[in-house]
């Protein structure tokens, strides 16, 4: 469950202060995607659950270069380090750590996703210029795709294991 708190910290960012919190969060967002595609392979699953975090790993450095450029047009080169929740803190991936269910680690990916694409649109809202909203909105549509991609793999996923899991009914 997204964080509401930290959901508030994010609104109240200023747009220039926002951008470099979460250009550092896509930089993480695309570690914890790596430890989760070593995660899935711990756990013995291998091809697409593999492959997906694999290329959520991937978009997140190419929005974190999306942004770091964005950021370096719009306020200069250096960006300032911005204190804020982390990834854990403004979602359960903290309970992770010590699960071993596919499902939960699914949940989280889909989560993250959730949280990106509701930081972009409140980017969207905050740009002041029509060229930087337009990026904002792209980057939360990816957000949006990636999140059908995971939601497909968790209906694949639970369809080929002939089980329904509590909690994670599509």
Not at 43 to 65: N, P, T, W, Y
Not at 150 to 170: C, F, Q, T
Request: overall charge negative; aromatic content about 8%; proline content about 2%.
């Amino acid at each position: 469950m997204v964080d509401l708190e930290g959901m508030a910290f994010i609104e109240g960012l200023p747009l220039r202060e926002l951008l470099a919190y979460w250009i550092s969060l896509e930089g993480d967002k695309a570690l914890l995607y790596e430890r989760l595609s070593e995660k899935a392979k711990g756990m013995g699953i291998e091809g697409a659950v593999c492959d997906m975090f694999k290329l959520l790993s991937q978009e997140a450095r190419r929005h974190e270069r999306k942004l770091r450029n964005l950021y370096t047009k719009k306020f200069g080169t250096e960006v300032p380090s911005v204190s804020g929740p982390s990834l854990e803190e403004l979602s359960e991936i903290k309970n992770l750590e010590d699960e071993n269910d596919v499902f939960a680690v699914l949940k989280c990916a889909l989560e993250l996703e959730e949280v990106a694409e509701r930081v972009y649109s409140i980017l969207a809202e905050k740009a002041d210029g029509e060229s930087m909203r337009a990026i904002f909105s792209y980057l939360g549509s990816t957000e949006r795709l990636h999140e059908r991609a995971v939601e497909s793999l968790i209906r694949d996923y639970d369809y080929r294991n002939g089980v329904r899991k509590r909690g994670m009914e599509a």
